[in-house]
């Protein structure tokens, strides 16, 4: 499964942005995407994760009630749809794929390319 990652940009303290991630291949149930983010001179850290029948959804603390996950499987991507965004929210995002969840991004085989958020206050 490859994964196309995009949306990301430069917005305010407060704006939104929704970041699509598009995977060429087929997602089974068992499947979960996940978007991590990592800002420079910090560790990759997990933001959210969904598993592809969308049963389950699991956020990172900082991010719940502010982010969403959410996919099409017609479309064969995931979304993640980010409101109130904070300075603390800036980083490159990545969404990748997984056959289990997991917090940590080594247990992540496949990633796509990252898109960049930045927010300013």
């Known amino acids: 499964v490859q994964l196309q990652a995009s949306g990301g940009g430069s917005v305010q303290s407060g704006d939104s942005l929704r970041l699509s991630c598009t995977a060429s291949?087929?997602?089974?149930?068992?499947?979960?995407v996940a978007w991590f983010r990592q800002a420079p001179e910090k560790e990759r850290e997990f933001v959210a994760a969904a598993r592809w029948n969308q049963q389950r959804t699991y956020y990172k603390d900082s991010v719940k009630g502010r982010f969403t996950i959410s996919r099409d499987s017609a479309k064969n991507t995931v979304y993640l749809q980010m409101n109130s965004l904070k300075p603390e929210d800036t980083g490159i995002y990545y969404c990748?794929?997984?056959?289990?969840?997991?917090?940590?991004?080594?247990?992540?085989?496949?990633w796509g390319q990252g898109t960049l958020v930045t927010v300013s206050s």
């Open positions: 291949g087929r997602l089974f149930s068992s499947h979960v």
């Open positions: 990748a794929v997984s056959s289990a969840y997991d917090t940590d991004y080594r247990a992540y085989r496949n």
